[in-house]
Each structure stands twice: as C-alpha cells, then as structure tokens.
C-alpha cells in the first residue's frame, strides 16, 4: 500500500483478555516500529525490527507484551492478560533502513481500551 | 540518544510566523534534528531534517547555529490547519537501534 496500515483501527476488550494489533509497513521498509501513545502524552518506544529480528525490545513494558515480524513484512503486537493501564494507541512505524538520518512513515494508530 | 527539551505549548495566529526552539546539548557528532508534526487521531508525519545551518523545504525552514544544542523550526505564516503537536527529535546511528525518543512536543494553537 501507499502508507502504513494498521489494523483494527479501534479495539475494546474487557481486563484480562489477549490481544493481537497488525502493522503492515510500507512496501521495501526493512526497519518497523512500535511506539505506544498515552492520552496527551508523547510516544513511547515498545521495539523495533530490522528485517524479521529484534535487535531492540527494550521498550516493551512487562513479558505480557510480544511481537514478531515475518517475511520482513507484516508485524504483529501481542497483549496478554490485558490490564487497564494498557490502554492506549499502538503505533506503528517503519523505514527504509536502520540509520540515523531515516524518515519513520507512522500509521494512524490502533486505540486500544481496556475496560 | 541525546534528550531534548521544547516548549510545552505555544499560540499563534493565522498569517504569523511561528518560530520553535528545541534545546539538545548533548547532541552527538553523528545525530540529524529531525522534526515530526501530529494532528489529533493520527499518527506523527516527518516536516523536515537537519544537521546543521539551515534547511528549507515547503513546509518549513530548519536553523541550526554552529554548535548544534539547539534548533529552531520556522513555520511561515501559520493557518488554522497547522493547529497541531510538533516534536523536535535528535536520533544517533546505533547498530543495533534507532529508535525515535518523542518528548511531550509542543502543542500550536493557531487562532483566527
């Protein structure tokens, strides 16, 4: 596609249940992204991919959160065992390559609420 | 990954220059500025790139004095639609990562 798609666009789901967030980035980005946006807050950095591995997962708050990314593609976001404070919007990012002077693409975001 | 410290929130009106400051002082010799704009629902959007002087693209203008801790984002005459969060962002080139470190930015109102 043209952008950075993420899919569903709005989740709700009740405490306790697992979700799964989808990111597919642009056509040819080898570098994606996940930050998480609190309301009124800036962006948090969750993990980045380079290509299908993840030099960097610093970011990802409690082992209840994963991701992986296939075929150098598509990458997916999981949350077990949601809680509350998870609630947020999930985004996604990606770039040609893994430098200091890329351009990250973003999509618009997942809203995730957790009741 | 060098911090940066911007304005919490600034106000305009239509047909003004906008002018935003970010500090960055321990910028490192390999780090590019980086600016991102966000509107409401919507994820950030690349406005411009700089490493030092100045940039100048049809969005805005970039400056960046000698030494580099610190940058100034130029937004000429400012319209209700650039009502917006923008978030100065210093990245360095790390082999194992490169991710972005947003601040809280700094939210432009414009007003008519």
């Known amino acids: 596609g043209a952008g950075v798609s993420q899919s569903p666009s709005n989740k709700v789901t009740e405490k306790g249940k697992d979700v799964e967030l989808r990111c597919d980035p642009i056509s040819g980005h080898t570098a994606l992204y996940w930050y998480r946006q609190s309301l009124g807050q800036g962006l948090e950095f969750l993990i980045y991919f380079q290509g299908n591995s993840a030099p960097d997962k610093s970011g990802l708050p409690s082992d209840r959160f994963s991701a992986e990314r296939t075929g150098g593609s598509v990458s997916t976001l999981t949350i077990q065992r949601t809680q509350q404070e998870d609630s947020a919007v999930y985004l996604c990012?990606?770039?040609?390559?893994?430098?200091?002077?890329?351009?990250?693409?973003f999509g618009a975001g997942t809203r995730l609420s957790v009741l | 990954l060098a911090k940066t410290t911007q304005p919490i929130s600034m106000d305009s009106y239509e047909g003004q220059e906008v002018n935003i400051t970010c500090s960055h002082n321990n910028i490192a010799t390999n780090d590019y500025i980086t600016w991102y704009q966000q509107f409401p629902s919507q994820g950030p959007r690349f406005i411009i790139q700089g490493y030092k002087t100045k940039v100048t693209n049809e969005v805005a203008s970039l400056f960046i004095p000698a030494d580099r801790k610190s940058s100034t984002l130029s937004l000429p005459r400012v319209s209700l639609s650039d009502t917006a969060v923008y978030y100065c962002?210093?990245?360095?080139?790390?082999?194992?990562?490169?991710?972005?470190?947003f601040g809280t930015g700094t939210r432009l109102q414009v007003f008519p």
């Open positions: 990012a990606s770039s040609l390559a893994s430098f200091s002077k890329n351009i990250q693409y």
């Open positions: 962002l210093v990245g360095g080139r790390d082999f194992n990562t490169d991710k972005l470190i």
